[in-house]
Nanobody
Framework: VQLQASGGGLVQAGGSLRLSCAAS????????VGWFRQAPGKEREFVVG????????IYSDSLKGRFTISRDISKNTMYLQMNSLKPEDTAVYFC????????????????WGKGTQVTVSS
């Protein structure tokens, strides 16, 4: 199972980025998937989760409204649209997949991508 995150970069505060996560060697229709992030010196935190079949979502309360998760079933790919970015959004962003119906915690994710760096300048 491989998850490959991409789309990170340097953006000014108030800008937008869209992250992608492509899955290979699996099809995601039996998984819940999600995005996490980890800032320097901090624990990895949940951003948003999505049930691949049906598309139900769960968001971190602090990020809801600025971040949006979506998926392209035909491409076996999920996305994270991030708007109105703030310097505190600077982190490495990871995509992950879980065998659980719904997972919003690090410990219930079974597969992880390598992460993509997002840096928001003030």
């Amino acid at each position: 199972v491989q998850l490959q995150a991409s789309g990170g970069g340097l953006v000014q505060a108030g800008g937008s980025l869209r992250l992608s996560c492509a899955a290979s060697e699996i099809t995601l229709d039996i998984y819940s998937v999600g995005w996490f992030r980890q800032a320097p010196g901090k624990e990895r935190e949940f951003v948003v989760g999505l049930r691949w079949t049906g598309g139900s979502t769960i968001y971190s309360d602090s990020l809801k409204g600025r971040f949006t998760i979506s998926r392209d079933i035909s491409k076996n790919t999920m996305y994270l649209q991030m708007n109105s970015l703030k310097p505190e959004d600077t982190a490495v962003y990871f995509c992950a997949a879980s065998l659980y119906y719904s997972c919003s915690r690090v410990h219930c994710m079974n597969y992880w991508g390598k992460g993509t760096q997002v840096t928001v300048s003030s």
